[in-house]
């Protein structure tokens, strides 16, 4: 998986709590992705950054936030998690350019009761 | 919003066969095309990809035909084996520009 991990691999939380996903790279890639994958919808981009603190919104970011303040971590917080966040969340980064080719980690399962 | 079409959602071929998986694409601005392979449990992986300064490009049993003027591009994959069995994403994006844009997926089942 090209040097990225995410933790944590699996979380089942509540409705309303707070949780925080990461992901780490080994790289030292510029750009850094957060996606979600749900049946019959693919991947979807929620936040990307392309750079220490320079973050910009993706196709589904409502309802997440996002942080990065190393090269190699990129944080996503669900401020109050609700059922339809229950998903796979995916971290990818690429090298140098934006859109060009993504490095996917293994992915987290995230369930929200 | 851009967007990236593509079909079928599944597929089921006889090993041996051609697996064929077919994209659609609106924004003329985009200029790099991958496929990426995901496994199940796995994250999703690069399997071939394309620019639009070629026709078609060719890695083993994997084939990307690209049609600039349709808007469409495609995977084939000779020689189709059980373990090809995985769910396929086409993708685009103006490189240096956008972030990758996926289609929805296709899964894949090679039977024998």
């Known amino acids: 998986d090209a040097g990225i991990t995410q933790s944590p691999r699996h979380k089942v939380t509540e409705t309303g709590t707070p949780v925080t996903l990461r992901c780490h790279q080994t790289?030292?890639?510029?750009?850094m992705y957060w996606y979600r994958q749900d049946p019959g919808h693919g991947l979807r981009l929620i936040h990307y950054s392309y750079g220490v603190k320079d973050t910009d919104k993706g196709e589904v970011s409502d309802g997440y936030s996002v942080s990065r303040s190393k090269t190699e971590d990129f944080l996503l917080t669900l401020e109050s998690a609700t059922s339809s966040q229950t998903s796979v969340y995916f971290c990818a980064i690429s090298e140098s350019r934006l859109g060009d080719t993504q490095y996917f980690g293994p992915g987290t399962r995230l369930t929200v009761l | 919003q851009q967007q990236v079409k593509q079909s079928p959602q599944s597929l089921i071929v006889q090993k041996g066969g051609i697996s064929i998986i077919n994209c659609a694409y609106e924004n003329t601005a985009f200029d790099y095309f991958p496929w990426y392979q995901q496994f199940p449990g796995k994250g999703p992986a690069l399997l071939i990809a394309?620019?639009?300064?070629?026709s078609e490009k060719k890695e083993g049993r994997f084939t990307i035909s690209f049609n600039k003027s349709a808007k469409q591009f495609s995977l084939h994959i000779m020689d189709s084996q059980p373990g090809d069995s995985a769910t396929y994403f086409c993708a685009a994006s103006n490189s240096g520009n956008t972030p990758l844009v996926f289609g929805k997926g296709t899964r894949l089942s090679v039977i024998a």
């Open positions: 394309i620019r639009p300064d070629v």
């Open positions: 790289e030292n890639h510029r750009y």
